[in-house]
């Protein structure tokens, strides 16, 4: 049998041949699939090839030396090929073909792993690089920027402590300051010559050994780096928060280089094919003239708007007249139309054939156009919506797909707060700046990341105050409420990660001085220190000291219409969970389709109700607990009828109480001694009362059906709510449909039980109010015996609702109260996949779930089932239910759409 050819580890791509597509994403990362699909459509891409990602595997697998031999006759075939393309041949010091070494893994990872420019430049090579670009200041330029990147990168040479600068930067402001000035720009080429003779010496000081001069070296250093990076810290934390698992590695991608930075013919630039923060139908992008790609995503000159739209509005958000606009900060559109309009058709072939928004990156060299990067733009929630809607009114898209572009946990943006119109009317604006990623957002200044994410964790609001960002600051944002920014624009780091994790950001505030070492911001004549308050609008880029009010976000039209769109795809009903008037009506706003579960006993917790509950409690005798109860019937009473008005017409499915009693009573001896003022109780007895109801595992202990089983009375109490509420509010013409739930039932006869209490008190409150309503009794199965024995319960009960928060509990063995002391142990090292009381355990817990279903259903085919633990909120638990042939999930009121948007992609499959 013939064996099968090994798959190569090289792809090439240029205008002579390109192996790769954009199908091979896993293979040739993100980045690599698309230069070659760039130059499948005809794109001007400059030549190179990419390294897979089999080969990072391999080296993470079997080290430097074996990865090598493994790539490096094809990696010669590589370099040969851009020879080819590009007419320069690598290591000819007279006329050096330069790369560039990029990192690129299947999924989008933004500045988390490397990159090394100019490689193949040595003391040689710099000289031909003069001559033929007839640039000194530009070859010396590419030189230092060579050997500082590398320095960085692939030797490690980085600042000894956070607040200290970077080396080579000290070195440069050294140069800068002896020569009076105070732009890299105005150094010349002698400076630029110093600066690299400096670097150097910096490098042998502190590494021990010289900067590598055989390009080949450089490369295979580079390559190396690149793997490597696949596992650096930021990269870690990224794959972390984005679920990216660390078996797939990165791609590299070495291509000819191309110069942004020869002239003001040169330029370089970053663009989308729609606006990322609102989503409207707008290319729009920024560039830098005489400047390379990382000057543009640092973030430290002010870039130019590519279209005059963009760069009037642009204009009128940094408070610039037309006539300023024009002469510094003129756009793309003005001062080179003939490319701008090569760019544009660039732009519409790209976003026509991947029909999707496009982020891509740009550099004129000379006059000459050439694409480097094109991949699905990073957006917010609310740009999600509005582009999936615009795209399926163009035609571009189907229902399908609309659907399937928003990820149902970025909804969240557009349901969470925004600023109160009337704090905003008091409060003082200090700064301005670019509205780079949507939200409102107040904390306490903070100026390092690690120090954010330590307030953060102490429960701290804090806004992350940075100069500019970079990668290594990813944590911190993550966990801050909004981070502010003094340089950058709208593609800088900063705006580029806010909005792929959905944070309030506001970049580029030119008017905010940054000092880390003082730990202050000053604009003008104020100064804040760390842990003043401030807020942020991202949506206008506005600073605002002090802390505001929020209020509830309006939903737009766009959201309307997906959320429509969903629910005309999707099988399951979405209900919610509410305990008050208050988060029903919030929950039916979002579109629930009714209340999955009334968690009673939440009711209990309030001012005065607490009180008759605890007389409840302690009382000793049934008549002592039934005059306690007495007081609290109405209250429940007037709760349900809040419940049955807000959710007229639809199902409301209230649960008997069910936590320990010993939740209720101080456990302190000042609440003690309180009690017993307040009850005429001895503090005697109430405390052997307390110590009485102590349980070693409340969980497992005297709570959910249990306590109606001891006290049927409490069952008798809520049950009467329940129906007097229904039949007032059935007489004010509100449609009723209750449902009574009981809870952490093992046996049908637990269930038999209490659903003859609820029975016997339906028809004694119909007797006297002469009148009935229709209603149903159903169970949790929130035990795992409950759902080994559904059909004898199925048998009786007439719906099945999954309590999936105990079933989970109870199934791993995992006390809901403590698993956060080794859960994160656990999933760092993989024993489970993800959080099981986040996303439901489907081989496990599922198959419990499977199993009732079936169990249920053939004892009564038509026995409804959902869902009302966490796990309904889910959007993997969703897609989960949905195949085990749920009737509904039911979650919290803002996961709702959520939810409706999960089920629809469940539905899509
Ligand atoms: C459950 O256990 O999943 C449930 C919904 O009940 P609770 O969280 O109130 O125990
Ligand atoms: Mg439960």
Redesign the pocket.
Same mark, same amino acid.
């Given at each position: 049998m013939a064996s099968n050819p090994r798959r190569p580890y090289v792809y090439r791509f240029g205008s002579a041949r390109t192996e790769g597509d954009a199908s091979m994403k896993n293979l040739l990362g993100g980045k690599g699939a698309n230069l070659a699909e760039m130059c499948r459509l005809g794109i001007p891409v400059p030549g190179g090839f990419t390294i897979s990602t089999e080969a990072c595997t391999a080296y993470t697998e079997q080290g430097r030396e074996a990865v090598l031999a493994l790539i490096r006759g094809e990696v010669l075939e590589g370099v040969a090929f851009v020879e080819q393309e590009m007419g320069k041949r690598f290591g000819n010091a007279a006329d050096p073909l330069l790369l560039s070494v990029r990192s690129g893994a299947r999924a989008s990872m933004p500045g988390m792993m490397d990159t090394i420019l100019n490689l193949g430049l040595n003391d040689e090579a710099v000289q031909g690089l003069a001559a033929r670009s007839g640039n000194p200041r530009f070859a010396w330029d590419s030189y230092r920027r060579f050997i500082q990147m590398y320095g960085d990168v692939v030797m490690g040479l980085k600042p000894a402590r956070k607040e200290d600068h970077d080396p080579f930067e000290v070195i440069i402001d050294m140069v800068k300051e002896k020569k009076g000035v105070t732009l890299d720009t105005e150094l010349d080429a002698a400076d630029l010559q110093e600066l690299v003779a400096r670097f150097k010496a910096l490098i042998r000081a502190r590494i021990g050994h010289d900067f590598p001069t055989d390009p080949w070296e450089q490369l295979w250093g580079a390559v190396v780096a690149v793997f490597e990076s696949w596992n650096n810290e930021r990269a870690r934390v990224y794959r972390e928060l984005n679920d990216i698992p660390a078996s797939w590695g990165t791609a590299v991608n070495v291509q000819a280089m191309v110069f942004g930075n020869l002239g003001d013919s040169s330029a370089t630039g970053v663009a989308f094919t729609r606006d990322a923060g609102t989503g409207e139908d707008l290319f729009n992008g920024e560039f830098l003239v005489n400047a390379q790609g990382e000057d543009v995503v640092a973030g430290i000159r002010t870039p130019q708007q590519v279209t005059l739209e963009g760069s009037r509005r642009w204009a009128a958000l940094a408070c610039v007249d037309e006539d300023t606009r024009r002469a510094r900060y003129p756009s793309l559109e003005e001062l080179m139309p003939d490319l701008y309009r090569q760019l544009l058709q660039a732009e519409t072939t790209l976003e026509n054939h991947f029909k999707d928004m496009q982020d891509l990156e740009f550099t004129i060299q000379q006059g000459r156009l050439w694409m480097l990067q094109t991949r699905n733009g990073k957006r917010t929630g609310a740009a999600m919506v509005r582009i999936a809607i615009e795209m399926l009114d163009q035609g571009l898209i189907d229902e399908a797909t609309a659907l399937k572009r928003v990820d149902p946990e970025r909804l969240n943006e557009l349901l969470h707060p925004v600023f109160d119109r009337q704090a905003l009317a008091g409060a003082q604006v200090i700064a301005r700046g670019l509205p780079a990623s949507p939200g409102a957002a107040s904390g306490q200044i903070v100026f390092f990341a690690d120090e954010a994410d330590a307030l953060a964790r102490q429960g701290q609001a804090v806004i992350l105050v940075r100069q500019e960002t970079s990668p290594e600051d990813l944590r911190g944002m993550s966990v801050a409420q909004g981070i502010l920014t003094a340089r950058g624009g709208m593609t800088s780091h900063a705006a580029v990660v806010a909005r792929g994790m959905g944070k309030c950001c506001v970049s580029g505030a030119g008017a905010v001085r940054v000092d880390m070492h003082a730990r202050t911001m000053t604009v003008g004549d104020a100064t804040f220190h760390e842990g003043d308050w401030l807020s942020l609008n991202g949506s206008t880029g506005e600073v605002f000291a002090g802390r505001l009010a929020t209020r509830e976000a309006e939903l737009s039209g766009d959201f309307g219409r997906l959320m429509a769109l969903a629910d005309a795809h999707k099988r399951l009903e979405v209900r919610t969970?509410a305990d008050t008037p208050e988060e029903a009506a919030i929950a039916r706003r979002f579109g629930a389709t009714g209340i999955g579960?009334c %968690?009673t006993e939440h009711m209990f917790f309030e001012g005065q109700r607490i009180v008759a509950m605890r007389e409840m409690i302690l009382a000793d005798s049934r008549a002592g607990r039934q005059a306690a109860l007495a007081k609290l019937l109405p209250m429940q009473r007037s709760d349900f009828e809040g419940l049955f008005r807000e959710m007229s017409g639809l199902p409301v499915t209230i %649960?008997l109480l069910?936590p320990p009693l010993h939740e209720f009573v101080p456990h302190d001896e000042a609440g003690q001694r309180a009690l017993a003022r307040e009850t005429g109780v001895s503090l005697a007895r109430i405390q052997a009362r307390v110590e009485a109801l102590h349980e070693a595992n409340p969980m497992m202990g005297h709570r959910g059906c249990r306590l109606g089983i001891s006290h049927p009375e409490i069952t008798e109490m809520q049950a009467r709510a329940v129906f007097e509420a229904a039949l007032n509010a059935q007489a004010r013409g509100i449609a009723v449909h209750p449902e009574i739930m009981v809870?952490l039932v093992g046996t049908v006869r637990e269930f038999n039980a209490q659903a003859a209490v609820i029975r016997r008190t339906a028809e004694a409150v119909f007797a006297e109010r002469g009148a009935r309503i229709a209603y149903q009794i159903g169970t949790?199965i929130?035990t795992p015996r409950a759902a080994l024995v559904a059909e004898s319960i199925g048998a009786q009960a007439e719906f099945f609702s999954? *309590?999936?928060?105990?079933?989970t509990?109870m199934t791993l063995g995992f006390s809901r109260d403590d698993a956060g002391r080794f859960l994160p142990t656990y999933l760092a090292q993989g024993m489970y996949e993800h959080d099981p009381f986040r996303s439901i355990d489907q081989k496990g817990v599922g198959q419990l779930v499977q199993m009732a279903v079936a169990k249920g259903r053939s004892v009564r085919p038509g026995i409804a089932t959902g869902v009302? *633990?966490?796990h309904g909120g889910d959007p993997a638990s969703v897609a989960f239910f949905h195949r085990a042939g749920l009737d509904y999930v039911s979650c919290s009121p803002f996961r709702v759409p959520i939810a409706r948007l999960a089920a629809a992609q469940a539905a899509l499959g």
């Open positions: 969970n579960l %968690r %649960r069910d809870p949790m929130e999954f *309590g999936t928060n105990d079933l509990q009302c *633990g966490e």
